[in-house]
């Protein structure tokens, strides 16, 4: 059977292209090796239970492992410490019913077997201990747990007694031989669910789960990762791709977000080669054909992006926050202590990049501000009508004529809001142009922020439109000499891009100012400079 890019669960290597995770395996290996209790907590599809599969795979020479999962589990099974306890014990045996741990003797397995399944007996967190502790102590190799999606039993204080017993008898293996490591995974960490859990007085008490050590592994996809699963896809496919452009590529627009990765891949393997304009796999896997994966991308809907919107409604100040970044140029500083940024940075919202938040990733960041500007309020307003009705006239050959683009939206914009305010230019003016601007690439081009340059005073709107990049710097005006002096970066920030023309968008709050555009040239490079 030929292999496929997979989004749909557990990634086998038989069957799936995949990135090489054997340095991030080690590193998980060695803290298991040293006897660690820690969390693996990670946004949704970040490859978390992929990740666990491969690591009991690469344990299981030298531990027993018990790989359980909380996932499906009823409700019920968190009502009380007896119920609890009798559906782990059940876990447990269904590990060794099914052959996946071997090295348990005949007579713990019918003991673990007749706790889970005798209802007259009463197992508590107690009987747990004792079970456990009399398992370690007959088996030859130290014995590791593994529990999956341990973020199911929110809500439930039977889960913080359940962490609770794992820190007692994590306090007691110098005197009674108990799990070697421990591995909870989920999306929240062991702190955000205890805060769901207890009630205000009781978040002054200990944490049972402060035994755990800080997991700091990297488990994003590199560049060098990426291109490895490409070059093993070309030699099935022989497409002739340059893997190293391609790999960049995808990095740059995902961050190596594994579901994205994959997800990109897939829809160039299966949707774009093979499509009118991409007949055939030599064709699709080029920088055109991945920016057409990409709009696809942008345009689908997937439980990856119905989570991160949920998050959204859920989370009203988080909501608040992510758009103050997208929209307001809003430099937050990372305090990981900030409830709202630590939600943004579990959920997989935001990273820490020198102290600042940054968007995780570009395809994270297009679509919120996709999210945002569809709002029915904007989709309204007259200068997305404006767009609509002249949108034709901005394509000719297949360029965009940005110059024209800015022409008219310097004019509808005046004629608009040109009565607003000073904070109005500054917290709307540049949502106003994005919003002018999207139906005029949409289904055709694909547009992002430029994150190196994303503050108050200046945002740099990179356009990719059928092969062609447009550079579009929208910025506050401060002053003639500020103005120069941004001219001059710009004029420089081209040459990243092999671009010869640049254009810049001004915010312009002095009441004598000449609302207009005008073409500058700086060395060898043309300026396009519209004033509103």
Known sequence: MAKEFNVEGVCIPEYHYMVNIDEQLCEIKGLVDKGKYFTINRARQYGKTTTLNALKKKLDDQYTVFFISFEGIENEAFADGVTFCRRFFGLLYDTINYGEVTEIS????????????????????????QMIFKMCQQLSKPIVLIIDEVDQASNYNVFDTFLGSLRDMY????????????????VYDIRNLREKIRTKEEHSTNSPWNIAARFSVDMSFPAVGIEGMLKEYEKD?????????????IYEYTSGYPFLVS???????????????????????????????????LSEQNTLFESLIGKLKSYPNLNGMIYQMLFMGKSIIYNPDNQDIAQASMFGFIKNKKGNLIIANRIFETRLYNLYLSSENLQNSGIYTASLQEKNQFTQNGKLNMKLILEKFVRHFHEIYGDCNETFLEE?????????????????????????????????????YLGTQYIIELKIWHGDEYNKRGEHQLAEYLDDYGQKTGYLLSFNFNKKKNIGIKTIKAGNKVLVEAVV
């Open 171 to 186: 306090l007691k293996r110098m005197q009674r031989k108990t799990f070697h490591s421990v591995v909870l995974a989920g």
């Open 106 to 129: 005949e007579n713990i397995k019918q003991e673990i077997h007749h706790i889970s399944s005798d209802r007259s007996i009463q197992p508590d967190f107690r009987m747990m201990q």
């Open 237 to 249: 496919y022989h497409t002739g791709m340059d893997t190293t452009q391609i790999a960049t590529m």
């Open 263 to 297: 997800e990109i891949c897939k829809i160039l393997d299966e949707h774009v080669s093979g499509s009118s304009d991409y007949p055939d796999r030599k064709s699709a896997w080029t920088k055109s054909g991945f920016l057409m994966a990409v709009r696809v991308l």
């Open 428 to 464: 709307d003016g540049r949502k106003y142009f994005l919003l002018y601007l999207r139906p005029i690439i949409n289904g055709t081009g694909n547009y992002y922020i430029e994150s190196r340059t994303r503050d108050m005073r200046r945002t740099d709107v990179i356009v990719d």
